[in-house]
């Protein structure tokens, strides 16, 4: 058997088109938002109690990769394989699709360009929970006791990085995490950290001296050491009393202060360096950990008991929700920050991130460069639905590997029904249902509004099958 027809038959066997509107999680908000949204409000007099972006991203999830709401057509230029791409909602914090796209590229992103190709370890940052109540609520304390805490993680390095000089700095990749494997609330920091420092040359250069093997001892260091001077920030802030402060100082079993420097990734592993970026920035919720028991109850499955996990959920839509609502970050909060020599106005930054392994440069399907003034806007329309369409390129053909091209939009109405029709796909989005009035848990009316999972597209069509998750 050929390798090429084994490839297109693999291929064939991966097929799986997206259908968000199928998932469990879909199921839920589709049924409950409205409910929830009136519950929210009811419950606080007047006063809406659920931030807009929150409601926002709700809203826009259900409307994420469904192709009622217009799509992009790619084809490939070799086999001519044709396939759609539906919209996505960009969403950040609600939809697992877009998520996963965040966090994929995300790591791909700091492997590629940003972070050398150099040892790097993780170190983790847990600490008591009368401490995270305030950290919880306060990001300005959030970016304080990060800070500390690098520091901590700098003196051990300059320690231990043999020819390191007093003004040796680290350079970091911080990602803030807001909760535990149980969507319990749980703020704790993971921090990649290049496992060594950095001194500046005279010449302008660097020179990069490589920490040795750290020892449980130099770990248990750096936890009493962030112990000791989160403490002592808390008390001066004025949010402990300075006699708690020493009392928890010496509360037995490191007093729920937790230092973990146990993985370290080698300069040569860019696969293991990646995955572990992608560990870092995942998001908290898991779409495969979500199943419904039945109409009224979601099991929401624990894998191991991470940084606050509590063991596996079982939880009523409204309350599924609660949670979820609560992942939703603020806008424009950063999900990862950069430290030491990484930091955007670090004078070496310029001379670490040279040192990326950059993959081959990624070309975007731009028209082409020299265009008259009047196509601009056209252009610039084009790149904002390249960017709904939340792609990474080059697109590459599932059936023989070519090069895929975006050929359309489609974005009206009557196009987008006609052509849905055609493929035999609901050609209306599927229905949100109505708020209920009390008892809230009142069973919503089933299947009236389920697409079709086996229809058949027309077999010049495909819709995007490299998106499984
Ligand atoms: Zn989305
Ligand atoms: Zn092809």
């Known amino acids: 058997m050929g390798v090429e027809r084994r490839a297109r038959e693999s291929a064939a066997a991966r097929y799986r088109p997206r259908r968000p509107s199928e998932s469990v ?22 006063e809406w109690s659920v931030p807009e972006h929150v409601g926002r991203e709700f809203r826009r999830y259900l409307d ?3 192709l009622a709401h217009g799509f992009a057509r790619a084809r490939c230029g070799q086999c001519g394989h044709d396939f759609l791409i539906a919209f996505s909602c960009k969403g950040r914090g609600v939809c697992p699709s877009c998520n996963a796209r965040r966090m994929v590229a995300t790591a791909a992103h700091l492997t590629d360009h940003v972070l050398p190709a150099l040892p790097v370890r993780q170190w983790v940052l847990a600490v008591p929970k009368r401490l995270r109540y305030f950290l919880q609520r306060d990001a300005d304390l959030q970016g304080a006791a990060l800070r500390l805490f690098l520091r901590a993680v700098e003196s051990c390095l300059r320690a231990h990085s043999p020819g390191s000089g007093s003004a040796a700095r680290l350079g970091a990749v911080a990602f803030i995490h807001r909760f535990g494997s149980s969507l319990n609330a749980h ?8 496992d060594g420092v950095f001194d500046a040359t005279a010449t302008g250069g660097i020179t990069f001296r490589a920490a040795t093997e750290l020892d449980a001892n130099a770990i248990a260091d750096v936890q009493e050491a962030v112990r000791r001077r989160l403490l002592r920030a808390f008390a001066r802030r004025g949010l402990l009393p300075g006699d708690d402060a020493h009392d928890m100082a010496h509360w037995e079993h490191s007093g729920g202060f937790s230092v973990d420097g146990s993985v370290r990734i080698a300069a040569a592993d860019r696969a293991g360096r990646e995955r572990l970026l992608r560990y870092c920035a995942r998001p908290p919720f898991a779409l495969d950990r979500l199943r419904e028991l039945d109409p009224e109850h979601l099991l929401y499955a624990s894998t191991k008991p991470g940084p606050g996990g509590t063991g596996p959920q079982i939880l009523t839509p409204l309350q599924l929700l609660d949670r979820l609502a609560a992942l939703v970050p603020p806008p424009r909060v950063h999900r990862h920050r950069y430290f030491g020599v990484l930091a955007p106005n670090a004078p070496l930054r310029a001379a670490v991130t040279a040192l990326a392994p950059a993959a081959a440069p990624t070309p975007l399907p731009d028209p082409p460069a020299a265009e008259p003034a009047h196509r601009r806007a056209a252009r610039y329309a084009w790149a904002l639905l390249l960017a709904r369409i939340y792609e990474v390129f080059p697109l590459v053909c599932a059936r023989c590997g070519g090069e895929m091209r975006i050929i359309a939009f489609l974005t009206d109405p009557a196009a987008v029904r006609a052509i849905l029709a055609h493929l035999g796909e609901p050609t209306a989005p599927p229905r949100i249902a109505p708020a209920r009035g009390p008892p809230l848990w009142d069973l919503p009316d089933a299947g009236a509004d389920h697409c079709h999972p086996h229809a058949q597209p027309a077999p010049e069509y495909e819709f995007d099958q490299r998106l499984a998750w």
């Open 64 to 66: 994420c990769g469904i």
């Open 187 to 194: 703020l704790h920091f993971h921090c990649v950290v290049i």
């Open 25 to 46: 999680l879909y199921r839920c908000v589709q049924q409950h938002l409205e409910t929830w949204l009136v519950k929210c409000r009811d419950g606080h007099d007047d």
